[in-house]
């Protein structure tokens, strides 16, 4: 007995021990916020004012000190986020992460953003390049300071690289490039045309629908069912995994919004301003929210780690702005026909041509240290061979994205929007954002209130980028891009209100895209066409931010109660009977219609998109708008030829048929999920966002436990989750921002789940559960100089 106490003793004082160590080795790389510091590359002090909730308020004196400051401040909580943009950049992840990263490398390689940034730093002006130099130098001082790397360096026995200013631009092409969205829907719109034929094909293919909302209430070019500008050409190719295409590069799932009223529309008679950029949940957050003062410059609200000055939103005292994707379609694949005596030649209208050959060479990480890899690459005059990067592509495919024929000075662009003091200056500023493809709402200190597209929409001699098309007869060649001053753009509309819900502008007389959003606007419509003449208030407008009404529910739910009239249906319809439409953690309904609207969306089309394209492909989040708007064409014509089952040859299915196929599926499933009461089934208990660290699926405990939340993928608060992991949620409203422009000190912002990349710091997920319940923190842009906890940063003396 006396032994067992001594032993239990022992592992005791051993789980203290392990218990601290732990402790102390997260703890001892989470940054303070009081000192001083003396940095070798500073001209004059600084003073880092740090709120409650880690929220920087940096004070400069010279322009090259505030972003130098920028760069080391937010290199203090988010290196190692940095440092897998930094590598992504530059194609070298599997420097760090080995093997599992390889296929990213050979596809980032591929795409070539380490070229593109090199010529676009090349390109920014003396100013703005000044301005990268320095925020890259301010990262280097972190790196090469006395302070602990994050832990996450020392897990993998690796050190952070230094950055240069081409980096900080390549920072900028990533994001830019994720909200390509035609990377994937182009090849599964093509992939659904050869297994489907093209008539359904053209039916499924968006189109932005007649009686959807646009920006402006007008619709010079109006592009309905069925008169796609695109034919279907089939390819050689082979089945294939949607999903081996899609894993190399995840896209942004940009379901965002603005929205904004003039002075005549407010009790205050000054404007109010509403912005959420929703995208993918990433931990740390995606931005880091701050604010610069100095050489010029004094903005607030959220910055992209990577990337000097204030990005998607921001407000500077006069303007203030935020960003919805513009949804433009930017990106084509051009099918090249291949020499048959010469693999390394394609044919063009003229002849063959020699395809240009870079070879490149990758460095892996392995048990024994580094090896090395060669790899080659093809680019023909389209751009870069994608073919078995992207098996979903036919064969011999070659991308060509805007990007490749504008230097990428969007940075510039960003920095001087940053010091705009009026529409005019606005504009001129997005003139400069040719490759982020972005829909940017504006109101300013006079009530003034617009908005203006940011894009390279090119100009196609035929067809309107649909499909992959053939790269060798010159007939689909682009001819040139819609000059800055013709993109979409207004400026005091006559409402005296506008909103984006990622809609058509409806005042571009030419083709932009087919994949804009429709049913967030619809909603949005029906709140203002209820509210008539009545002024908004500041609160009023953080619960539009917050708005749960399914638009989508409202139109399916009478179907359904009027198809389901058998007994075994009777408690579930009696649920959506009493319904409000509201997606709220407390309701029973939102998880019986949500899981009913996916059965009913996959019962509908997976017979003709065939189960894998479905699985893989349709139903992914960022690509269910598009069998969403199939449905909503379909919901009047109860005999609808696609509601017809092609498995089963012998029965003629109509609308009722499935929404009764499809009920039943959903009901075993929330059975199987959460009980068979539905009296109990919760929305909340299943609808939870996950903010997953990049190491968590080897180190769990650096994950967060999932968070319910409101909302779903048709909703102004919007909930995007996996269907195929009901109802884990994939996307939401990232960084929120609400400027009152009356009461400045009024503003709010809020990034989930927290400012610090540094597991145990107090701001890792401080900020996560109030996200979730709708709260925001203040902006602090006037009260932000009286912050009590400073840190003085101070050049090393000579």
């Known amino acids: 007995m006396k032994k067992i106490k001594m032993l239990a003793g022992v592992l005791f004082l051993m789980g203290i021990i ?10 001892l790389a989470v940054p303070g916020y009081t000192g001083t510091l003396v940095l070798d590359g500073l001209k004059s002090k600084v003073e880092v004012k740090t709120d409650e909730y ?22 203090r909580e988010r290196l190692f986020q940095m440092e897998l943009t930094r590598l992504a950049g530059r194609g070298e992840l599997s420097t760090l992460l080995g093997e599992a990263t390889l296929e990213k490398d050979k596809f980032l390689r591929t795409i070539g953003f380490k070229g593109l940034a090199k010529e676009g730093y ?28 994050p832990r996450e360096f020392v897990i993998l026995r690796a050190e952070p690289g230094a950055w240069t200013g081409e980096d900080c631009v390549a920072a900028g092409l990533l994001m830019g490039f994720s909200l390509t969205r035609s990377l994937y829907a182009d090849l599964v719109l093509y992939r659904l045309a050869e297994h489907a034929g093209a008539e359904t094909a053209v039916f499924i293919t968006p189109s932005y629908p007649d009686f959807a909302p646009t920006l402006t209430g007008k619709r010079l070019s109006p592009v309905p069912l069925g008169t796609l500008k695109s034919e279907f050409h089939r390819f050689p190719s082979t089945p294939v995994e949607a999903r081996a295409s899609m894993d190399l590069f995840p896209l942004e799932i940009a379901a965002s919004n603005w929205m904004i009223f003039s002075g005549k529309m407010t009790a205050s008679g000054r404007a109010l301003f509403a912005g959420s950029p929703d995208l993918k ?47 433009g379609d930017e990106l084509d694949y051009f099918v090249e026909k291949i020499n048959p005596d010469n693999p390394n030649q394609y044919l063009t209208e003229n002849g063959y041509q020699d395809f240009k050959i870079i070879t490149e060479t990758l460095r892996i990480k392995d048990k024994k240290g580094f090896r090395e890899e060669p790899y080659s690459i093809r680019v023909s005059r389209h751009g870069p061979m994608i073919s078995k990067l992207m098996p979903m592509a036919p064969a011999d495919c070659a991308m060509h994205w805007a990007a490749f024929d504008h230097p990428a000075v969007d ?27 972005l829909g940017m709402g504006y109101a300013d200190q006079e009530g003034n209130i617009g908005w203006q597209f940011t894009a390279s929409a090119p100009l196609r001699k035929k067809g309107d980028g649909s499909y992959p098309i053939p790269g060798w007869t010159g007939e689909y060649e682009w001819t040139g891009y819609v000059p800055h001053e013709d993109l979409p753009y207004d400026y005091n509309p006559p409402a005296g209100y506008v909103a984006s819900f990622n809609n058509d502008p409806g005042n571009a007389p030419y083709h932009l895209t087919n994949y804009y959003l429709f049913q967030r606007a619809t909603r949005f419509e029906r709140i203002m066409n209820q509210r008539g003449e009545q002024k908004i208030s500041p609160d009023e407008l953080r619960a ?34 009493a319904w409000d439409h509201h997606i709220t953690m407390d309701s029973p ?8 609207y996916s059965q009913m969306m996959r019962h509908t089309l997976s017979d003709e998109t065939g189960e894998s394209l479905w699985k893989e492909g349709l139903s992914q989040s960022y690509l269910l708008y598009i069998p969403d708007l199939a449905l909503t064409r379909m919901a009047g014509d109860p005999d609808h030829a696609l509601y017809d089952d092609t498995t089963t040859p012998d029965v003629k299915e109509g609308r009722d048929d499935i929404i009764r196929k499809s009920m039943r599926a959903a009901v075993a499933k929330l059975n199987e999920m959460q009980g068979k009461n539905p009296d109990k089934w919760r929305w909340g208990r299943g609808h939870q966002m996950f903010f997953d660290h990049p190491l968590g699926s080897k180190l769990g405990f650096l994950n967060l436990d999932p968070i319910p939340t409101h909302g779903d993928h048709f909703t102004i608060n919007s909930g995007f989750w996996e269907l195929g992991n009901p109802f884990k949620m994939d996307s939401g409203g990232v960084i929120r921002i609400m400027v009152d422009f009356a009461d400045p000190e009024n503003s709010s912002i809020i990034s989930p789940p927290g400012q610090s990349g540094h597991f145990k710091s107090r701001h890792y997920k401080d900020l996560a559960k109030l996200w979730a319940e709708g709260g925001q923190v203040p902006l602090r842009f006037l009260s932000g100089k009286d912050i009590s906890q400073v840190m003085v940063l101070k050049p090393k003396a000579n």
């Open 18 to 27: 392990f218990y601290a160590g732990y402790q102390i080795f997260f703890r």
């Open 54 to 75: 880690a929220i920087p308020h940096i004070f400069a004196e010279n322009r090259d000190d505030l972003f130098f400051a920028q760069g080391y401040i937010t290199a």
């Open 122 to 149: 090349g390109a920014l002006s003396d100013e703005s390049r000044a301005a990268v130099d320095a925020y890259a130098a301010g990262i280097n001082a972190c790196i090469s300071g006395n302070e602990p790397l």
């Open 281 to 327: 949940p990433t931990l740390p957050a995606l931005f880091y929210m701050m604010r610069i003062h100095g050489g010029g410059y004094d903005v607030t609200g959220g910055a992209l780690p990577g990337v000097p000055g204030i990005g998607p939103l921001g407000y500077n005292g006069r303007i203030a702005w935020s960003a919805v994707n513009g949804r």
């Open 411 to 437: 940075i510039e662009g960003l920095l001087h929007m940053n010091r705009a003091q009026n529409f005019t200056e606005f504009r001129e500023a997005l003139g400069k954002v040719k490759t982020i493809n």
């Open 544 to 577: 539009m931010q917050l708005d749960t009404v399914s638009v989508v529910a409202e139109r399916w739910t009478p179907l359904v109660t009027d198809a389901c009239k058998e007994d075994e249906f009777e408690r579930y319809v009696h649920i959506l009977k």
């Open 589 to 596: 309904a939102a998880p019986l219609f949500n899981a009913f």
